[in-house]
């Protein structure tokens, strides 16, 4: 399959994928209730069982300001972890961020659809023995209801979360809570869209009669975007199927611009309802 192109214009702003290298994992823990025999056709499984994921990542920018989108899953993996996921060098966001002709110091701000180590694992950096920013003149962005949950360390989901992708930055005053949905410039949202878990937000760009919504783990892979397709993750799978079915019928409609949480091969695409069947194109 063809790896599509990293940018795409949405009105007056350009987004670019910047995906922060790729991960293996359990391919029935992303799918969930979908029979093996189904996903397989387009998530190929290793002798493991284990499928490609990317670290997802974007720049949207305006000419003024640069905005990222996740950092990735970061670096700080034993080696265990990093045979079991083969990733033996992971892919640090400063350098990815950086192939793409942007400056992890031009970087204004951060988004994290929420806290989970594979979307915020590239938020700081060990510098000198401490822990700082990774994008050292950004603000980060989080939302409040998704560090409480965090901070809980519910038996379910504790492994995604880890202390050192955020406290830092809320120590620093780095990063700010928002509580439920914002527009953080004219156009650019982010909505608190129940699903993968209580507080994960997608984020939508609009702009000159285009639009742009990142799905984040609403809608994991490109092949995701049929609604009852829900990840094996997810915590609220009927909630992720009510608001997918909501959106998606939205972006097929409106013909937006898609991309995916951990999509590895298309960084965009369109989706489209043919006669009760979906897909993206
Ligand atoms: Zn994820």
Redesign the pocket.
């Known amino acids: 399959m063809q790896r599509s192109a990293p940018s795409i214009q949405v009105g007056d702003f350009r987004v670019t994928s910047v995906r922060a290298g790729s991960y293996w994992w359990d391919g029935g823990t992303f799918f969930g209730v979908v029979p093996k025999t189904l996903w397989a056709k387009t998530q190929p499984p290793d002798e493991l069982n284990l499928i490609e994921?990317g670290f997802n990542c974007f720049v949207v920018e305006d000419g003024k300001q640069r905005i990222l989108i996740e950092t990735g899953g970061g670096v700080r993996h034993d080696d265990r972890a990093k045979e079991r996921m083969r990733t033996p060098d992971p892919v640090r966001i400063r350098e990815a961020v950086a192939a793409h002709g942007f400056e992890p110091e031009s970087i204004d701000l951060v988004i994290n659809t929420?806290l989970?180590w594979?979307?915020a694992g590239g938020n700081t950096v060990d510098e000198g023995g401490r822990v700082v920013a990774s994008m050292p003149n950004a603000r980060y962005i989080a939302q409040r209801g998704e560090l409480d949950h965090a901070r809980e360390r519910h038996p379910r989901d504790s492994v995604?979360y880890r202390d050192v992708n955020y406290e830092p930055l809320l120590e620093s005053g780095q990063m700010q809570l928002i509580d439920g949905d914002a527009e953080i410039l004219p156009g650019l949202r982010l909505t608190v869209t129940p699903g993968?878990n209580r507080s994960m937000m997608i984020v939508t760009l609009e702009s000159g009669r285009e639009t742009w919504c990142h799905f984040?783990?609403l809608v994991?892979f490109a092949v995701n975007v049929t609604p009852t397709w829900v990840s094996g993750?997810d915590l609220y799978p009927l909630e992720a199927i009510d608001n997918k079915t909501r959106i998606l019928t939205q972006a097929a409609a409106e013909g937006w611009w898609c991309s995916f949480?951990?999509e590895p091969v298309k960084n965009f695409g369109k989706v489209e309802n043919k006669e009760g069947k979906w897909r993206t194109i």
Request: charged content about 15%.
């Open positions: 994921a929420h989970h594979d979307h995604s993968h984040a783990d994991q993750f949480g951990h």
